[in-house]
Antibody, heavy 127, light 111 residues
């Protein structure tokens, strides 16, 4: 079973930066082939898709973070990163990393279904 | 691209059914069969309950079912149990802008 563990959250000032990490461990997966997605949840709010990194290396981002956040990976460390720059107060949230779902028929749903989630790491942006 | 629209709350008595709607547009829900539903218990990470509109991952009870009509998707929980009390979120792929959208969430209360 695959496990994801996020780290790197904490307090940052508006305009500052943070880098989150997400390490995958366990068996039965090939990290380099998985699409990794970041989802965040503001205090008392719903889920918000932040962005994804495909196995090809291509990335997509939600409009509120585009140009400020960057997702990257180090396959040798089974780790995906979320570099967050120019932080704003509305970036305050729990940040989850997730992996795309492979169903029993062998279809991969990296774009739109996530069955493995980390426990999340809290980011607080405040002066 | 706006978030998908869900009712903020829904409720039912044990054994009853509850249906949650999720409304989008022709560029997301209506355009793709890539709707998923997640259950989130307080303080926990979301759990995938339905994918590809109406498919259940292994281990998810068949009391949970999904459907779609036009730009609206639905999650039905039949035979409600106390353990089903949670927040439920829908999501849909929005291919025109290659992003994923979530709904605002629905809090299900078992009376």
């Amino acid at each position: 079973e695959v496990q994801l563990v996020e780290s790197g959250g904490g307090l940052a000032k508006p305009g500052g930066s943070l880098r989150l990490s997400c390490v995958a461990s366990g068996s039965g997966f090939s990290f380099s082939k998985d699409w990794m997605t970041w989802v965040r949840q503001g205090p008392g709010r719903g889920l918000e898709w932040v962005g994804r990194l495909k196995s090809s290396g291509s990335t997509d981002y939600a409009a509120p973070v585009k140009g400020r956040f960057t997702i990257s990976r180090d396959d040798s460390k089974n780790t995906v990163y979320l570099q967050m720059n120019s932080l704003r107060s509305d970036d305050t949230a729990v940040y989850y990393c997730t992996m795309g779902y492979s169903d029993s028929a062998g279809s991969y749903h990296g774009d739109e279904a996530f069955d493995i989630w980390g426990r999340g790491t809290m980011v607080l942006v405040s002066s | 691209q706006s978030a998908l629209t869900q009712p903020p709350s829904a409720s039912g008595s044990p054994g009853q059914s509850v249906t949650i709607s999720c409304t989008g547009t022709s560029t997301d829900i209506g355009g793709y069969n890539y709707v998923s539903w997640y259950q989130q218990l307080p303080g926990k990470a979301p759990k995938l309950m339905i994918y590809a509109v109406n498919k259940r991952p292994s281990g998810v009870p068949d009391r949970f079912s999904g459907s779609k009509s036009g730009n609206t998707a639905s999650l039905t929980v039949s035979g409600l149990q106390a353990e089903d009390e949670a927040d439920y979120y829908c999501s849909s792929y929005a291919g025109s802008v290659n992003i994923l959208l979530f709904g605002g969430g629905t809090k299900v209360t078992v009376l």
